[in-house]
């Protein structure tokens, strides 16, 4: 009993004390004021949006533990120019919280540099020689809770949006911090990633060209950009080492623990995860398919279209022994595109058209695809439509030529949502497969166009479905590794060609089969099969290629891309020339690389030459008297050939354009390098003497014709000059070719004296202009003959 009230007496002697300081740890816990007030968004991590002070916390409960941060643009831009597009993925980094006393920072760790080993001390020899990168830091607020404000970790420029503002030429613009801000409603965490979105505006002093063309004020540009926060893949991933042969994109890394003699840089293939209820060899269904979510935003019947080419994929997954693996769905009402495990395909608008993408968020540590990401330009479809326009302009039949257009304009469609996602599935582009029977969606398709009988067909565009190599790349990416050595050795058996972009795209690639837009094994034969075709689109064109109600002044834009038909497989042909042979397969001792046979570049030159002349340059009269200036207020645009004659249309302009685009693939200093060298080492391959003296011989040697082709002509030989002295002065172009130019313009000097001193006062004084322009030319590097050349339409992409 005496215990018993001692103890309650001491019991009320702590208790008032206790409670005061409990109340006053209360009072001073600003975290848990701020939690109570704020607008919560709880997942992977737990954000609260303060309204009142428009203070956006963080709960840096994961300290130590690294995750991604990815930003994007879930609005763009709307300018193909400056590329800053709705749906583009930025930078993935690998970055983790730490506390350091009362500080949170966020640190993107150096994924780069690493070792595998098993052993901690080499690991950490190798964190401790590079360096890493504190990305911000901010102060804890009091209390148990560890809350700290973000607000100066999102209004920040991470994007980079003003670096593509400067590199796209369009002005120092900087972020105005005082006119930016968090979007509360886009606040958003979800099981596997936590998402804000911010109004960033960047302003200048001067308005940018294309920043102005789709911005109000074009000083103040308002970019929405979002900062996502994703969880690193669960364990059991198996990465796979990147094969070049394999058809792959992949990410790279220096593995410090590797021995002497393996390779320092490792490679991974970028994939997604998946897994055979089964595992084996054998077809089986899958653990969780991969799964592609359409933008419901894309109208019909264009979404149908969408749909049916992505889920051309589904049979390459079957084939390659996963049952169901694959899937693309209309994305569900209420689903949120946002969160991470949605794989998004995106119709987004510009203002111009431009490039589609198919980008994908992984995990740097393996390869794994966590997320694909596809953008997909809406303006293609209408060149597309325009080119269709084009050539059934001819058509008797109205109606069957509308219909053929748009069949044909949905068969690209369809093609160009397999090539994206593609892109999400880990493949690279195969810029080769034309050549192997259009054996893949990742290379870009030429629509095939014909003529039977009076006119021109367009019924068969677009290859339909995979390809064989697609399925190749499905089977060795994602099947069973005791696969993949006999599917390499298979390609080979198979004569598959494999040239990603390192050959292909520049005008100084050397690889004769990879090109981009172009058709058939033989590209010299299907630039003259397709230079009839041309021949005939223009002979047959006419105002019935107008959508209906368009004014007659925009009949000029129709037919740009039907008078430049040819561009691509002009590039194409070229490329012959100088051209090399070559595979990225490594079987045997026998793997070498070889350039073409002098039969076949003096054919693509023969050919390239023919679509040089008149004949092939000249517009119809009555097709160039329906090219009527444009009306009101509408203006030329850049899909507008340039005149010197005004608003008037300009063939010879037009001449002048593709006189120029062949004579530069000809020139291009490294094709006129491999021919050197080549010819050097073997002298029954083409020299540079003989494509110079040839070139001449079609252009300045010829006599000049009468009529429209008279300026033509004078137009042509003045092209083939400035892009003589253009690739002279290059400092791309080998010395010992410099000394063979230098001999051929030289002999080219004397002809022109020659001509300059007989025929009429007209040509005479164009030969004697010639004549002094090269000699001036050859001595100083900035001087051309055409001050300033026309340009070039955009083409890319189609």
């Known amino acids: 009993m005496i215990r018993r009230s001692i103890s309650l007496a001491l019991l009320l002697a702590v208790t008032p004390a206790t409670l005061l300081s409990n109340a006053a740890i209360a009072a001073s816990d600003s975290a848990q004021k701020i939690i109570k007030n704020a607008e919560a968004a709880k997942g992977f991590i737990n954000l609260f949006y303060d309204a009142k002070s428009a203070q956006l916390y963080l709960q840096a409960d994961k300290l130590n533990q690294p995750f991604l941060l990815l930003t994007s643009l879930p609005h763009g831009v709307g300018s193909n120019d400056i590329g800053l597009d709705r749906g583009q993925l930025g930078q993935t980094r690998m970055v983790q919280f730490e506390q350091h006393g009362p500080y949170v920072v966020l640190k993107q760790l150096n994924t780069y540099f690493r070792a ?68 509360p409603q886009k606040i958003k965490s979800f099981e596997r990633n936590a998402d804000i979105d911010v ?62 003699d393996q390779p320092l840089t490792q490679r991974h293939l970028l994939r997604h995860r ?32 969408l749909l049916e080419g992505a889920r051309w994929w589904e049979s390459a997954f079957t084939d390659a022994g996963f049952i169901d693996g694959f899937k693309v769905e209309l994305l569900p009402e209420g689903a949120d595109p946002q969160d991470v495990r949605y794989n998004m395909i995106q119709w987004v608008h510009r203002a111009t058209r431009g490039w589609s993408y198919g980008a994908a968020v992984t995990d740097p540590r393996t390869g794994e695809i966590i997320k694909g990401n596809v953008t997909l330009g809406s303006l293609r479809v209408r060149q597309d439509h325009l080119i269709a326009r084009g050539l059934t302009a001819g058509w008797p039949d109205r109606k069957a030529a509308a219909n053929a257009a748009m069949e044909l304009s949905l068969a690209r469609i369809r093609q160009l949502a397999a090539h994206e996602v593609g892109h999400t599935l880990g493949l690279d582009h195969n810029f080769a497969a034309s050549t192997n029977d259009n ?141 090399t042979d070559y595979s990225y397969q490594q079987v045997g001792s026998g793997v070498r690389w070889n350039y073409i046979r002098p039969k076949m570049q003096l054919a693509a030159l023969d050919a390239l030459l023919a679509s040089l002349q008149t004949e092939s340059l000249l517009v119809p009269n009555n097709v160039l008297q329906a090219l ?61 003497v003989q494509l110079i003296d040839k070139l001449a011989g079609a252009s300045l040697y010829q006599d000049l014709p009468s009529g429209q082709g008279l300026a033509m002509q004078m137009r042509v030989n003045t092209v083939v000059i400035d892009s003589l002295l253009a690739t002279y002065h290059s400092p791309k172009t080998a010395p010992e070719v410099k000394a063979q130019l230098a001999a051929r313009v ?6 022109l004296k020659r001509r300059s001193n007989r025929g009429s006062d007209y040509q005479s004084a164009h030969y004697d202009w010639l004549f002094q322009g090269v000699t001036k030319g050859m001595t100083d590097p900035t001087y051309r003959l055409i001050t300033k050349p026309m340009d070039l339409p955009p083409g890319s992409p189609i």
């Open 199 to 260: 109004n960033l505006t960047f302003k200048a002093s001067k308005a940018g060209k294309q920043v102005e063309q789709v911005t109000p004020d074009g000083k103040l540009l308002s970019v929405r950009v979002r900062y996502s926060f994703i969880q690193l893949p669960d364990v059991g991933y198996q990465p796979r080492s990147y094969h070049p042969m394999s058809g792959y994109l992949s990410d790279e890394y220096a593995d410090y623990s590797t021995a002497v």
């Open 274 to 305: 998946l897994e055979k209820v089964t595992p084996g060899d054998a077809p089986s269904k899958v653990v969780k398919p991969i799964v592609y979510y359409l933008d419901p935003g894309a109208p019909e019947p264009i979404r149908s279209a």
């Open 116 to 183: 595998s080993s098993d052993n901690v001390a080499e690991r950490q020899a190798v964190t401790q020689a590079f360096a890493e990168s504190i990305l911000w830091r901010g102060k804890l607020v009091e209390g148990k809770t560890a809350l700290v404000a973000i607000n100066d970790l999102v209004i920040n420029d991470l994007h980079g949006v003003s670096d593509v503002l400067t590199a796209t030429k369009q002005g120092l613009y900087s972020l105005d911090s005082s006119r930016s801000m968090i979007l």
């Open 628 to 688: 009527v200036p444009k009306a009101g207020n509408y203006r030329k645009t850049r899909e507008s050939f340039g005149s010197n004659l005004g608003v008037i249309t300009d063939p010879v302009a037009m001449a002048e354009v593709l006189s120029r685009h062949i004579v530069t693939q000809l020139l291009t200093p490294e094709r006129l390098n491999r021919v050197s060298q080549a010819y050097m080492e073997d002298s029954q391959q083409l020299s540079v």
């Open 746 to 751: 030289d002999y080219i000097i004397k002809q």
């Open 439 to 579: 054996a893949s969606v990742m290379d870009y398709p030429h629509p095939y166009v014909s003529i039977q009988g009076d006119n021109i067909d367009i019924a068969t565009p677009y290859t339909e479905g995979m390809g064989e190599w697609d399925k190749y790349t499905i089977a060795y990416g994602y099947g069973g590794l005791t696969q993949t050595e006999s599917l390499l050795t298979s390609t080979l058996t198979k004569g598959f060609r494999y040239i990603g972009e390192a050959d292909s795209r520049s005008a100084s690639a050397s690889n004769a089969y990879a090109s981009l837009w172009d058709r058939g094994n033989d590209a010299v034969a299907e630039l003259v099969r397709l230079e009839t075709v041309r021949r005939k689109a223009i002979e047959d064109f006419n105002s019935d290629a107008l959508l209906a109600d368009e004014p007659h002044g925009e009949l000029a834009d129709v037919f740009v891309p039907i008078y430049l038909l040819t561009r691509y497989q002009i590039e194409a042909a070229a490329k012959w020339i100088g051209g």
